[in-house]
Nanobody
């Protein structure tokens, strides 16, 4: 089974940037649905961004649209999340996920996190004001 390992989290001030990485033990096949989720303290896990490998198809949660960018590495075994203009409400644990999606259109940022197949261990992002 594929394993996912996140890295790149840390503490930054509001307005700062971070780039998260998610290394996979398997190469992404064309059509694979991958995503980033986050969970703030005391809140439910939520989708942030999704990516369909080989297509460039991406979706984003409204709260981060225009500030975050999801993309895959050239080796197609790493998923990235570039985060800019960070805000305190972006604080949380960020998780990489491999999801089942019957179609590209169902690989969306509002994907039910309870249906996710595989999770990484998470990486903490803390944004101070």
């Amino acid at each position: 089974q594929v394993q996912l390992v996140e890295s790149g989290g840390g503490s930054v001030q509001a307005g700062g940037s971070l780039r998260l990485s998610c290394e996979s033990t398997q190469y992404f096949a064309n059509g694979d649905c991958m995503g980033w989720f986050r969970q703030a303290p005391g809140k439910e896990r939520e989708g942030v961004a999704t990516f369909v490998s080989g297509s460039g198809y991406t979706t984003y949660a409204a709260s981060i649209k225009g500030r975050f960018t999801v993309f895959e590495g050239t080796q197609k075994d790493t998923l990235y999340l570039r985060m800019e203009s960070l805000r305190p409400d972006d604080t949380g644990v960020y998780y990489c996920a491999a999801m089942r999606a019957r179609s590209r259109a169902s690989c969306r940022a509002d994907y039910d996190w309870r249906q996710v197949d595989t999770w990484g261990q998470g990486t903490q992002v803390t944004v101070s004001s």
